[in-house]
């Protein structure tokens, strides 16, 4: 299984690919991520790839093959979502972050097209508006852990909790009650 | 049972079963994560394990060590490398004789770099054996092998991963860490002093360790042959993996050789090859490194073989590889159909999303209280490597060079000497001061060249993930070394210290600079809001707002949002206060 996230530096993507890698382990699973770490953390355009089952390839998805795309931020689903295969399904917050060049009139943020594109095109498209959960649940940080759970509805190869373990395991103790509320206020959020 | 890790901590944790007593480093993209490991997993394991002032001094401590017999490593991102040359070309014709390993990693895109050069052409150039680990896995094995390999040639040898293997995770089968040998020491000798008349006998002796090297590597697990088909692929490091999953995508059996160990190549090994395939592919990122040594090895063979690669235009030389670039070429190489993309017409258009200085930066109160000091006079701001580079962008606009680690203080003395009506404002970083600051700042005080250096204090090496720097003594048995004490030792006659939260302390700093008479030195210090406790929150009082966007469009703080005629803060807000301090209004109030 592709898994590609994508969101903005900052939004904690790089927590949450170590998570649902460590979780792909545990089930026996192989595992390759590449991560983005360096100046684009910095409020730039953030992917991480997550490849799982035995594999033979790279840590990059090519484009078109990912199965899933977890996107934090909708203007950043658009712009990966070249790498979601034809039928793949995708998992989006709705909440956007706009760039300061954006608020400046330097770049457009056309919201509203963006999310009808997003929802015209992709068969499997669910829309969450994960940071309100997130202050919900106690922190506005903790927007990584509400996709994750939501997440766990798409048919993982691992029950959620083994996600929800590795995630708080990367986490110090005392942000873990805020984290696992968040997690599960994104799980209820798409249960059917 | 696996752990997954992340390519650097797989390199530190193949360091720590080799046996290494020393490990040095500079923080770089994408190399830091390696000495980050070591200093949590080192010293448990008997290692000493130090961040180096820069990657010079660090290759020499690892050198040191390894003259005494013990195993060493210094690592580095690729332009650590240049700052490091000076030590790894001489290096090269003493040699080592503890295993001396130098990882050095590139980062082809460029993702966090200023240039996109290859190590495995640096390492070409010192004749020093090279590595290319095509994963973290591998990166693994290969530096264990590293010292092994070091110690047979007496040479150091050079582990060459790029961005897609140090910052990607993979499940790593550990072996144990041993206990550390004893050291054998340092024995005196004429061959550690080198002289022009040694440098003479050790050049034949380096040249002959190539030809040993390339022999060494011949029957190395890291180079494998697989025999399929009279069209064939070479490939070096990563790109072997884009390579088999585009085979397997265009569901074709290729012949494959996977080079692990670019130079000096494996002429053997690669000759039998190009005498078993019609035609072959190469694919590698970067520089036609492998290419090059191939097709001189097959004209010097007369072999009758078709070469494709960088050099007839099948593969970029410039840029990071992916999937998707491999598969197009190695359908062109087999004049295939590529498999296609699913096409989904009208993206809207997105918004750039350049990095930007975080919520609370204090960069970003250094920036504007000189950009506002410059209003009224001839001003040239020359910036340097770390989160500051990102003061360049709009709306901040506070940097007009940025060059590489240091240069800063260095261009702007040439400058001032062709351009004495300007005043040149040097910006450079805590850690980038020591780094590659002081001889450029001894200079401009030797030579009395009036320029004004700002030291951007934040209290850590941030853009490369919070290191620690000889400003700070984190460490029990570590002594702090303070900035205005050095410039003073230095003979600066105007040092000047400021808060850049504190704008009007600032802001009257800076003018006070600008108007001395020789070199001034100004620290402004805040420590980054990154490590440190934020100090609160503000908000916006929307009767009092009256929707001028001043402070989003002066200070571009991205939890500062336009909200229809107000001003929204967002949570990320760290309460650093600028926001209110320049409001005409006064309407940003602190939360309490
Ligand atoms: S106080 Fe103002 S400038 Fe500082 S972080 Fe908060 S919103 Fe940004
Ligand atoms: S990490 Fe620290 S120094 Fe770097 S941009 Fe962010 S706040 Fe500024």
Known sequence: ?192 | MPELLMGNEAIARGALEAGIRVATAYPGTPASEIMATLMRFGPGAGVYAEWSVNEKVAVEIAAGAAYAGARAMASMKQMGLNVAADAVMSLAYIGVKGGLVLVVADDPGPHSSQTEQDTRLFARFAKLPVLDPSCPREAYEMTKYAFDLSETLGLPVIVRPTTRTCHACQDVALGTIPPRPPVPGFEKDPRWVIMPSLSARQHVWLNRQQRRAGEEFTNSPFNEVRLNSPAGVITSGLSYYYVTEAGEHLGVKLSLLKIGTPYPLPEKLVVNFLKQVERVLIVEEQEPVVEDQVIRLAWRHRLPVEIDGKHNGYLPREGEFNPDIVAAALARFLAIQPAGTPDRPGTPTLPARPPLLCAGCPHRGSFYAFKQAARDRKVILTGDIGCYTLGAAPPLEAMDTCLCMGAGLGLAQGLARVQPDTRLVAFVGDSTFFHAGLPPLVNAVHQQTPIVVVVLDNETTAMTGHQPHPGLATGTRQKKIDISQVARACGVETILTADPLNLEETLAVANQALAAPGPALVILRHPCPQVAKPAGRYQVDETACIGCHTCIKELGCPALRPDGNGVQIAATCTGCGLCSQICPVAAIEEVV
């Open chain 1, 1 to 192: 299984m592709d898994i590609l996230i994508a969101g903005v530096g900052g939004q904690g993507i790089i927590l949450a690919s170590r998570a649902i890698g460590a979780a792909a382990l545990k089930t026996g699973l192989q595992v390759r991520t590449a991560e983005t770490i360096g100046m684009a953390q910095r409020e730039g355009s953030v992917v991480s790839h997550v490849r799982l089952g035995p594999t033979t390839t790279g840590p990059l998805i090519p484009r078109g093959r990912a199965d899933i795309l977890l996107a934090l931020e909708p203007a950043e689903a658009c712009r990966y979502l070249g790498y979601l295969k034809p039928d793949g399904r995708a998992l989006i917050s709705t909440t956007p972050v706009v760039p300061v060049m954006a608020s400046l009139g330097a770049t457009p943020y056309p919201l509203d097209d963006i999310l009808g594109y997003l929802r015209n095109n992709i068969a499997g498209c669910h829309f969450l508006a994960a940071p309100d959960l997130a202050c919900q649940a106690g922190s506005h940080r903790a927007l990584n852990m509400v996709m994750l759970g939501a997440l766990t509805n798409l048919d993982l190869p691992f029950p959620a909790e083994t996600l929800l373990a590795a995630a708080l395991k990367l986490l110090p103790d005392r942000v873990h009650e805020v984290n696992r509320r968040a997690f599960q206020l994104g799980k209820q959020a798409l249960e059917v």
